[in-house]
């Protein structure tokens, strides 16, 4: 029973799972059909109708739109459509009108905000001009002085002044023996030089020295020919020949007969020259009244301090020293550390005819002579062998003539110079004889020495060196007492290389600027004498400016990267005429105040300079206690950055322009877009243009008006040298010197004058190069690749000052000048030479610019193959001109102070990009 019902329940679900499965089957079934059937039967129907009439429309095909509009449900929608496209472009043109309306308006726009930016630089420009004015008005009233005239120059109303003499004859000063009153300080010292058919005694002077005097004279800035203005009378008494024939009382009797001798010959200057190491004496036993006496020789009881002149011995009378064949100053140390050749001919016994001890002269008795220690002691220095050292007492050959009780040169002046181009060192052992306070002899060996580089010892304190009163013989010279003689040796070996290198470059210069040729032998007695009376210097000569006439019209234009300045202005533009450096402001201070400088330093005391780059400074709160004249202080003493810096120059210098030369050669298009390139550059005087062509420019040939006058000046032959004449037309201590074909931005050129008016002494510029060493030939190589280090700074982009101008046309040695000419090139390596060597200080490179040549450009002469071949010589030949490398290193360059600082947003800085 269990069974069965079992079997029915499980009966029951598989029937209805079965009529499920039946029912879903056909049910896929009728879709199916629908699905495959309906669509191929609705394809037959739909073709069928379209077949039936070929030539009536088709009811499903493709219709225009003038077809659908035939049909009546459509029409409305076509005519809507028809509207809303009128409409459409109606407003299109609408549109379009607009946008052309609107486009006007925004270069409307643009054009008021330039003029509103114009106008406020312009407002800004009025600003700086009417500040500047008011500040220019202050000045002149709180000076409120009247213009000085020269003082009315003194003339004794007698030629006869009888003054009386001095109580002795080696008591003349210059405040009893001299008469100032024929030296007023704007006579400009005259010269009056005797002829010498005038005294007979003339007749027994050394024709060499004679020819020489004479062609000196002839070229002296000082002589004149009107004995009535002259504020000295020169005689030229020596060096005789041969005395035997001269008497003294003709002499003194010649003398006295001269012209405007006037009783006791003041205002009268004796010179006796020598040429050998024993000149006479000849004015021993002559009364020479209020004359000054100039010669090598003295003795105590004659020679009077600070009145009478030792000179410097006169060796190159007629001839001129080759620079060349004068030793290298290095190296430092040389074969022997200190050489000596002589031999005494007659001692201090044999002329006293006594002898003291050493202990009896640390009593305090009458001197000994310490000759015999002194030898005694070199010889064992000699022995030691712990330097090399050379000392002979004996003359191979015979010894040249001497004064009693002095060391007699030994040999040939060539032989004796051989020696001392090997010897660091060189004794100069001064005659035992105390009363000689300065000889020929003595004189001869420091001439040699400084000649060819050895440093001059002199063993005794009591000789008078020349023009010792002029010039401080310690930068040049060792003054060893004679009984130091024991701790000689040490002395020398403690001095290090450096100060044996600046002794010895100091030695050169004096020995180049006073004692080299005649005219510098005669300058410098002249220049003694005018210094002890406090007159200034000759003015030093400027280059007188041919100018090529020119016509000046076309307006310049506006280089966009010229102008590209940021928010900033460059400076403010000037509407009063350009301004000139002051000049000769130090006329007489120099000369007074400035008297160790001037002939201790280069170029020495025989020029005076418009201005220089050593002139003194101010303090800072003197420019605003009463001493403001010319100065622009930043916001007025305040400070600032960037707007009030470009409104001032600033500084530590009273406000000042700056010149542009621009050297060219027959390339005027690109003459024309470097000139425009100028216009609106502030603190610009003028431009200088040096038109090195033999060919004048062109007839039609317009120049830009840039706002500054443009000078245009012919020269007479081709030279690089050109570029750094003094012309007369420069009225500013700034230059600007630049290539025809250099690119500079304004604020680059107003970066660089900023910094240069801090450092008025270097070259300030842009491109630099280097000195590099070649250690397979020993020698020096001009390299222009990028470095750490610099040495030049090119002179086709930089500033410097006018005095280096006038050094570079009329003190630096005319072989520099000849080979620049001859290689028409290294004229820029040349200034830095002058520079480095008077300063000694290295360039100052300005901005991260390393090249400079305006794009587009022909190429200049620095392109050609052998351009580096000549540099390369060039700085080989210079070093040998100047006996030593002069160029320095320098491992930094210039950037402005807040070019890379963050600022707040209501602070900018001096240069956007500098």
């Given at each position: 029973?269990?069974?069965?019902?079992?079997?029915?329940?499980?009966?029951?679900?598989?029937?209805?799972?079965?009529?499920?499965?039946?029912?879903l089957t056909w049910l896929s079934f009728t879709l199916f059909i629908i699905l495959v059937f309906f669509p191929l039967i609705a394809h037959y129907y739909l073709t069928t109708i379209d077949n039936l009439d070929?030539?009536?429309?088709?009811?499903?095909?493709?219709?225009?739109?003038?077809?659908?509009?035939?049909?009546?449900?459509?029409?409305?929608?076509?005519?809507?459509?028809?509207?809303?496209?009128?409409?459409?472009?109606q407003l299109e043109a609408k549109r379009q009108e607009l946008n052309s309306e609107i486009a006007k308006l925004n270069l409307k726009i643009e054009s008021c905000k330039k003029s509103i930016e114009n106008a406020?630089?312009?407002?800004?420009?009025?600003?700086?001009?009417?500040?500047?004015?008011?500040?220019?008005?202050?000045?002149?009233?709180?000076?409120?002085?009247?213009?000085?005239?020269?003082?009315?120059?003194?003339?004794?109303?007698?030629?006869?002044?009888?003054?009386?003499?001095?109580?002795?004859?080696?008591?003349?000063?210059?405040?009893?023996?001299?008469?100032?009153?024929?030296?007023?300080?704007?006579?400009?010292?005259?010269?009056?030089?005797?002829?010498?058919?005038?005294?007979?005694?003339?007749?027994?002077?050394?024709?060499?020295?004679?020819?020489?005097?004479?062609?000196?004279?002839?070229?002296?800035?000082?002589?004149?020919?009107?004995?009535?203005?002259?504020?000295?009378?020169?005689?030229?008494?020596?060096?005789?020949?041969?005395?035997?024939?001269?008497?003294?009382?003709?002499?003194?009797?010649q003398l006295h007969s001269l012209p405007y001798w006037r009783s006791d010959g003041h205002n009268h200057l004796l010179i006796n020259l020598s040429r050998r190491s024993q000149t006479q004496n000849l004015l021993?036993?002559?009364?020479?009244?209020?004359?000054?006496?100039?010669?090598?020789?003295?003795?105590?009881?004659?020679?009077?301090?600070?009145?009478?002149?030792?000179?410097?011995?006169?060796?190159?009378?007629?001839?001129?020293?080759?620079?060349?064949?004068?030793?290298?100053?290095?190296?430092?140390?040389?074969?022997?550390?200190?050489?000596?050749?002589?031999?005494?001919?007659?001692?201090?016994?044999?002329?006293?005819?006594?002898?003291?001890?050493?202990?009896?002269?640390?009593?305090?008795?009458?001197?000994?002579?310490?000759?015999?220690?002194?030898?005694?002691?070199?010889?064992?220095?000699?022995?030691?062998?712990?330097?090399?050292?050379?000392?002979?007492?004996?003359?191979?050959?015979?010894?040249?003539?001497?004064?009693?009780?002095?060391?007699?040169?030994?040999?040939?002046?060539?032989?004796?110079?051989?020696?001392?181009?090997?010897?660091?060192?060189?004794?100069?052992?001064?005659?035992?004889?105390?009363?000689?306070?300065?000889?020929?002899?003595?004189?001869?060996?420091?001439?040699?020495?400084?000649?060819?580089?050895?440093?001059?010892?002199?063993?005794?304190?009591?000789?008078?060196?020349?023009?010792?009163?002029?010039?401080?013989?310690?930068?040049?010279?060792?003054?060893?007492?004679?009984?130091?003689?024991?701790?000689?040796?040490?002395?020398?070996?403690?001095?290090?290389?450096?100060?044996?290198?600046?002794?010895?470059?100091?030695?050169?210069?004096?020995?180049?600027?006073?004692?080299?040729?005649?005219?510098?032998?005669?300058?410098?007695?002249?220049?003694?004498?005018?210094?002890?009376?406090?007159?200034?210097?000759?003015?030093?000569?400027?280059?007188?400016?041919?100018?090529?006439?020119?016509?000046?019209?076309?307006?310049?234009?506006?280089?966009?990267?010229?102008?590209?300045?940021?928010?900033?202005?460059?400076?403010?533009?000037?509407?009063?005429?350009?301004?000139?450096?002051?000049?000769?402001?130090?006329?007489?201070?120099?000369?007074?105040?400035?008297?160790?400088?001037?002939?201790?330093?280069?170029?020495?005391?025989?020029?005076?300079?418009?201005?220089?780059?050593?002139?003194?400074?101010?303090?800072?709160?003197?420019?605003?206690?009463?001493?403001?004249?010319?100065?622009?202080?930043?916001?007025?003493?305040?400070?600032?950055?960037?707007?009030?810096?470009?409104?001032?120059?600033?500084?530590?210098?009273?406000?000042?322009?700056?010149?542009?030369?621009?050297?060219?050669?027959?390339?005027?298009?690109?003459?024309?877009?470097?000139?425009?390139?100028?216009?609106?550059?502030?603190?610009?005087?003028?431009?200088?243009?040096?038109?090195?062509?033999?060919?004048?420019?062109?007839?039609?040939?317009?120049?830009?008006?840039?706002?500054?006058?443009?000078?245009?000046?012919?020269?007479?032959?081709?030279?690089?040298?050109?570029?750094?004449?003094?012309?007369?037309?420069?009225?500013?201590?700034?230059?600007?010197?630049?290539?025809?074909?250099?690119?500079?931005?304004?604020?680059?050129?107003?970066?660089?004058?900023?910094?240069?008016?801090?450092?008025?002494?270097?070259?300030?510029?842009?491109?630099?190069?280097?000195?590099?060493?070649?250690?397979?030939?020993?020698?020096?190589?001009?390299?222009?690749?990028?470095?750490?280090?610099?040495?030049?700074?090119?002179?086709?982009?930089?500033?410097?000052?006018?005095?280096?101008?006038?050094?570079?046309?009329?003190?630096?040695?005319?072989?520099?000048?000849?080979?620049?000419?001859?290689?028409?090139?290294?004229?820029?390596?040349?200034?830095?030479?002058?520079?480095?060597?008077?300063?000694?200080?290295?360039?100052?490179?300005?901005?991260?610019?390393?090249?400079?040549?305006?794009?587009?450009?022909?190429?200049?002469?620095?392109?050609?193959?052998?351009?580096?071949?000549?540099?390369?010589?060039?700085?080989?030949?210079?070093?040998?001109?100047?006996?030593?490398?002069?160029?320095?290193?320098?491992?930094?360059?210039?950037?402005?102070?807040?070019?890379?600082?963050?600022?707040?947003?209501?602070?900018?800085?001096?240069?956007?990009?500098?």
């Open positions: 029973m269990l069974r069965n019902g079992g079997v029915g329940n499980v009966g029951q679900p598989c029937m209805l799972r079965w009529s499920n499965r039946i029912r070929d030539s009536g429309p088709r009811i499903f095909e493709p219709r225009s739109g003038n077809a659908l509009c035939e049909v009546k449900h459509v029409q409305d929608l076509c005519r809507i459509r028809e509207s809303v496209s009128e409409e459409l472009l406020k630089q312009d407002l800004l420009q009025l600003k700086n001009v009417i500040s500047q004015t008011e500040h220019s008005y202050k000045e002149l009233v709180a000076q409120n002085q009247p213009k000085l005239s020269l003082p009315i120059r003194l003339l004794p109303e007698k030629d006869e002044t009888n003054f009386p003499l001095p109580k002795s004859p080696n008591s003349c000063r210059l405040y009893s023996c001299f008469d100032y009153s024929r030296c007023p300080l704007t006579s400009g010292f005259p010269v009056y030089i005797y002829p010498l058919d005038l005294y007979q005694f003339s007749s027994f002077i050394d024709p060499l020295i004679k020819q020489a005097f004479q062609a000196t004279a002839r070229t002296n800035v000082y002589v004149t020919n009107n004995p009535h203005v002259a504020c000295v009378y020169v005689v030229l008494v020596g060096e005789v020949q041969d005395s035997s024939g001269l008497k003294s009382i003709e002499i003194e009797k021993y036993n002559i009364s020479t009244g209020r004359a000054m006496v100039a010669q090598s020789t003295f003795y105590d009881v004659q020679y009077r301090p600070g009145f009478d002149i030792i000179p410097s011995p006169l060796i190159h009378a007629m001839s001129e020293p080759n620079f060349l064949e004068i030793p290298p100053q290095v190296p430092v140390k040389r074969k022997y550390l200190f050489s000596f050749q002589g031999e005494k001919l007659e001692s201090l016994m044999s002329s006293l005819q006594e002898a003291r001890s050493f202990e009896e002269e640390i009593e305090g008795n009458a001197p000994a002579d310490y000759d015999d220690r002194i030898i005694a002691t070199l010889k064992a220095v000699q022995d030691s062998k712990l330097d090399l050292v050379l000392v002979e007492f004996t003359c191979k050959n015979q010894p040249r003539p001497a004064l009693p009780t002095e060391w007699a040169l030994c040999g040939e002046r060539d032989d004796r110079l051989e020696l001392l181009k090997l010897s660091s060192f060189v004794l100069i052992i001064t005659p035992g004889n105390a009363h000689l306070v300065a000889s020929a002899g003595c004189s001869m060996r420091l001439f040699e020495a400084l000649e060819v580089g050895a440093i001059p010892v002199i063993l005794g304190e009591h000789v008078q060196l020349p023009y010792h009163d002029m010039i401080h013989w310690s930068e040049a010279a060792l003054v060893v007492p004679k009984p130091r003689i024991t701790e000689l040796h040490f002395l020398l070996r403690s001095i290090s290389d450096s100060d044996l290198l600046n002794m010895r470059r100091q030695g050169r210069f004096l020995w180049e600027t006073y004692f080299s040729t005649s005219d510098n032998v005669l300058s410098t007695i002249l220049s003694t004498v005018r210094t002890r009376i406090q007159l200034p210097a000759a003015p030093i000569a400027e280059e007188p400016s041919k100018e090529i006439p020119h016509k000046t019209g076309k307006a310049a234009g506006t280089d966009p990267n010229m102008a590209d300045t940021g928010d900033l202005d460059l400076g403010p533009v000037e509407t009063e005429p350009p301004y000139a450096s002051p000049k000769y402001l130090r006329n007489f201070t120099v000369t007074v105040r400035d008297t160790y400088r001037a002939w201790n330093a280069a170029p020495g005391p025989f020029h005076l300079f418009p201005h220089t780059p050593l002139d003194p400074t101010l303090p800072s709160e003197a420019k605003f206690l009463g001493s403001g004249t010319g100065f622009r202080p930043i916001g007025g003493g305040a400070g600032g950055s960037g707007k009030e810096f470009q409104a001032a120059l600033g500084g530590n210098v009273p406000r000042e322009q700056f010149t542009v030369v621009m050297l060219t050669y027959e390339r005027e298009e690109v003459l024309m877009n470097s000139l425009e390139r100028l216009n609106g550059l502030p603190y610009l005087n003028k431009v200088i243009v040096v038109w090195n062509s033999p060919k004048p420019p062109s007839e039609d040939l317009v120049w830009p008006e840039i706002g500054v006058p443009i000078v245009v000046v012919h020269t007479d032959k081709n030279s690089l040298n050109n570029r750094f004449l003094p012309w007369d037309t420069i009225e500013t201590e700034a230059i600007l010197s630049i290539d025809d074909d250099a690119h500079l931005r304004h604020d680059e050129i107003m970066f660089g004058f900023r910094v240069w008016r801090e450092a008025r002494d270097r070259i300030v510029g842009f491109p630099g190069r280097y000195h590099a060493w070649d250690m397979n030939h020993q020698s020096w190589l001009y390299n222009s690749n990028y470095s750490c280090e610099l040495s030049m700074v090119l002179t086709g982009a930089a500033f410097f000052h006018k005095y280096y101008a006038y050094l570079y046309s009329y003190v630096m040695p005319q072989a520099i000048r000849d080979m620049v000419d001859e290689y028409i090139n290294c004229e820029d390596i040349a200034m830095n030479f002058l520079v480095s060597h008077i300063t000694r200080k290295p360039p100052i490179k300005v901005t991260s610019r390393w090249t400079f040549r305006c794009p587009g450009c022909p190429q200049a002469l620095s392109h050609d193959d052998s351009h580096f071949h000549e540099r390369h010589k060039c700085i080989n030949f210079f070093v040998k001109v100047y006996g030593y490398m002069p160029l320095l290193y320098t491992q930094f360059r210039v950037d402005s102070v807040l070019f890379k600082t963050r600022l707040p947003h209501d602070k900018t800085k001096c240069f956007k990009f500098i």
